[in-house]
C-alpha cells in the first residue's frame, strides 16, 4: 500500500444543566458528527482505490440525579453515542487492496445507567451503579493474519453490568479504597462467514473483557510532604477468540505497584518528585490479549518489576 489517508470531523454540540431545586439536577445534550474519511491512492499499477467514505450521525445524553440525604442520592443516565472506525481499521483490507473498506459501519449504542452515591459517614462513601448497553454493529477484530488485524461489524452486542466503589479515610494520614466491576458483555446477532462456512455465535462471550475486575488501593500521608500509594489489581479470566475456544486462565494473577512521591510549596512555586514501582512483586503474567490472534497466539506478557522517575513543577500566577 502507498496511500495517503485524511479524516475530518465536525461536531458541533449543546450541554444543558438544570437545578429547579436544591436536591434536583437535570443535565441534558445533543451532538451531531460529520466524519469524512478520504483517502489517496498513490499505487496505481493495480487501479485507483482512492475515494471518500463520509459518515454522520446524532448523539444525545440525559440525566438527572435527587438529593435525599447526605448518604443517598439516585440518578438516572441516559445516552446514545456513534462511532465510526479507524483509519487503521478502515484500511486493512481482507483482499489486501489498497482504498478503504467501505463495508465496515459506524456502530452505534444505546445506554442507560441507574445508580446512587453518597456519604455514609464522615470518613466513608460509596458509589454503585448497574448499567445496560445495546450495540448495534459493533466493529470487532475477526482476523489477524501476520501481525495485520481486520475488522467486521457484528450485528448486536448486549453489554450488562454493574460498579461498585467504596472510600474509606478513618484518619487523615491513611485512605482505601475498592473498586469492583462485573461485565457481562454478549454477542446478541453475529454471524461469522468463513468461505462456505457460516459460524454463528450468538451467546458467545465477548474476547478480551474479564467478567470480574477489583482494584484495591491504599494511601498514606506520614508526613513531611510524603504521599505512599499501594495499589493491588485482580482479575478473572477471559476468552480471547469469538468461538470461545481459547482462554487465558491465568489472567488474574494480579499485580502490585507503587508510588512514593513528595510536594514542596515555595511560593509560587510547587515542586512534586515521583518514583513508582510497577510489578512490585516481580510477577510474571499476562498483560493483554491478542484477539483472534493467528494460530492461537493470543497472549502478550508484560514488563517484569520496572521504575519510572518523574516530576512536576507548577507555577501560581498572580492576577
Do not use: C
Request: charged share 20%.
Amino acid at each position: 500500500l502507498d496511500q495517503a489517508e485524511t479524516d475530518t470531523e465536525v461536531g458541533p454540540f449543546i450541554q444543558a444543566h438544570w437545578t429547579p431545586n436544591e436536591r434536583i439536577t437535570i443535565d441534558g445534550g445533543v451532538r451531531y458528527d460529520w466524519v469524512t474519511f478520504d483517502v489517496q491512492d498513490l499505487k496505481t499499477d493495480d487501479g485507483d482505490a482512492s475515494g471518500s467514505l463520509p459518515q454522520d450521525a446524532p448523539s444525545r445524553t440525559a440525566g438527572m440525579s435527587y438529593f435525599i440525604a447526605e448518604g443517598i442520592t439516585p440518578y438516572l443516565n441516559l445516552a446514545s453515542s456513534f462511532e465510526t472506525p479507524t483509519t487503521t481499521e478502515l484500511a486493512n483490507r481482507p483482499d489486501g487492496a489498497g482504498g478503504f473498506n467501505d463495508a465496515i459501519q459506524p456502530q452505534r449504542t444505546l445506554s442507560a445507567e441507574l445508580g446512587a452515591r453518597g456519604a455514609i459517614t464522615g470518613w466513608l462513601s460509596y458509589s454503585v451503579a448497574g448499567f445496560v448497553s445495546r450495540v448495534r454493529d459493533a466493529i470487532v477484530p475477526y482476523r489477524d493474519v501476520g501481525g495485520r488485524v481486520y475488522y467486521t461489524n457484528a450485528g448486536k452486542i448486549n453489554n450488562n453490568g454493574f460498579e461498585l466503589g467504596v472510600t474509606a479515610a478513618p484518619i487523615p494520614q491513611f485512605s482505601a479504597n475498592l473498586s469492583f466491576t462485573y461485565a457481562k458483555y454478549t454477542f446478541a446477532d453475529y454471524v461469522v462467514v468463513n468461505g462456505a462456512i457460516a459460524d454463528t455465535l450468538d451467546g458467545n462471550r465477548v474476547p478480551g473483557v474479564p467478567r470480574f475486575f477489583t482494584r484495591i488501593g491504599l494511601r498514606s500521608s506520614p508526613g513531611l510532604g510524603f504521599v505512599v500509594d499501594l495499589d493491588q489489581t485482580l482479575s478473572s479470566s477471559l476468552t480471547a477468540d469469538d468461538q470461545n475456544n481459547i482462554w487465558v486462565e491465568n489472567w488474574g494473577a494480579g499485580v502490585t505497584n507503587l508510588r512514593i512521591s513528595w510536594s514542596k510549596q515555595w511560593r509560587d512555586l510547587s515542586f512534586l518528585p515521583y518514583l513508582g514501582l510497577a510489578n512490585l512483586f516481580d510477577r510474571k503474567y499476562i498483560g493483554a490479549v491478542t484477539v483472534n490472534g493467528f494460530g492461537g497466539r493470543v497472549l502478550e506478557p508484560s514488563p517484569r518489576r520496572n521504575f519510572y522517575l518523574g516530576a512536576e513543577i507548577g507555577f501560581r500566577t498572580k492576577s
